[in-house]
């Protein structure tokens, strides 16, 4: 990777204790995006201008959750939030990240920014149901961002979580409305954690699970 300023955005990274080669990786990272976003739609228009809040800090405070992990997985990747900013983040302590996105063209744009940063990110462009099962008892951490309900993403993980893998799920301030649905089925584990980026939003820290049934 080549050395550069860091953009302006990378402010926003104040609060963390980041090193300057991280902020230079997910600087590029931001570069690639916006060059990308002209031509293949990555991610929500209206979110282009807040990428460094809405997306990078965002994905960024789930590493601090897990601060033994190595072992990462991240479905629904889409263009790498949380997975390839905690792929970036977490590169100096040897964490790994296997990134799960079934569509083409965001895989495209995963394995390009980690080819570009050298991080430890392996892409998988596959559906999770066929990903998940060569994951048991192999992933310390399991996170997915904007995919699904809690509900479906706890009938995905199930088979993770009971294995002993930990589940960290950002949620909007559908939060509550969430865990209830979900508790009709499950029994689990939870710590119900505060966004550093948003006041209504909420990360849910999931470590053990059962089914009701």
Do not use: Y
């Not at 995006?33 to 990555?42: E, H, Y």
């Not at 799960?100 to 744009?109: D, I, Q, T, Y």
């Not at 997915?144 to 799920?169: C, E, N, V, Y």
């Amino acid at each position: 990777m080549s050395s550069s300023t860091p953009a302006a955005g990378v402010g926003h990274l104040d609060a963390f204790d980041v090193s300057r080669e991280t902020k230079e990786r997910l600087a590029l990272l931001e570069r690639e995006l916006r060059r990308w976003q002209a031509i293949k739609n990555l991610v929500g228009p209206g979110t282009l201008d807040h990428i460094w809040d809405r997306h990078i800090v965002d994905s960024l405070q789930l590493l601090d959750l897990a601060p033994d992990a190595k072992t990462w997985l991240d479905l629904g990747s889409g263009a790498g939030f949380p997975g390839l900013v905690l792929a970036i983040a977490g590169f100096e302590r040897g964490l790994k990240v296997d990134l799960v996105e079934s569509n083409s063209r965001k895989c495209a744009f995963l394995r390009q920014i980690a080819r570009l940063t050298g991080v430890h990110a392996t892409v998988h462009e596959a559906r999770l149901e066929a990903v998940i099962p060569g994951f048991v008892g192999k992933a310390d951490v399991v996170s997915a961002r904007a995919l699904a309900s809690l509900s479906q993403l706890l009938d995905w993980t199930a088979p993770l979580l009971k294995a002993g893998t930990m589940g960290l799920f950002p949620k909007g301030r559908d939060a509550e409305i969430e865990l209830t649905e979900a508790r009709k089925s499950w029994t689990f584990d939870i710590e119900i954690l505060p966004s550093r980026t948003d006041s209504e939003a909420r990360i849910l820290r999931i470590t053990s699970i059962e089914s009701r049934s």
